[in-house]
Nanobody, 122 residues
């Protein structure tokens, strides 16, 4: 019984903003790092951002640094991704993940959500 539920995706114009949320429950709601990944059609899933359980430092992929901000509430087992200055290349299905990966940027997370679609129009 592990659930990761994302919400907040939608259609926005270039330069717009969206805030994604993810709620973890069951086995996914442990002392885990939480992260956001994304996958565009025909492309590999890629790392976006992550924070460890103690929420000290955040890690971002270079393409979103300065535009995206990850935050979490450990007690509530929730994580958010605030996205600003969105670009068409940000269009993808965004997935929330939880786990204890050797490296935050790796895809070795134990629990995954179903994803939420983010579409940025030009």
């Amino acid at each position: 019984q592990a659930q990761m539920v994302e919400a907040g995706g939608g259609l926005v114009e270039t330069g717009g903003s969206l805030r994604l949320s993810c709620a973890a429950s069951g086995r996914a709601a442990g002392r885990y790092a939480m992260a956001w990944f994304r996958q565009a059609p025909g492309k590999e899933r890629e790392f976006v951002a992550a924070m460890r359980w103690r929420a000290t430092l955040a890690t971002y992929t270079d393409s979103v640094k300065g535009r995206f901000t990850i935050s979490r509430d450990v007690a509530k087992n929730m994580v958010w991704l605030q996205m600003q200055s969105l670009k068409p290349e940000d269009t993808a299905v965004y997935y929330c993940a939880a786990g204890s990966p050797p490296n935050l940027g790796s895809a070795e997370y134990e629990y995954w959500g179903q994803g939420t679609q983010v579409t940025v129009s030009s």
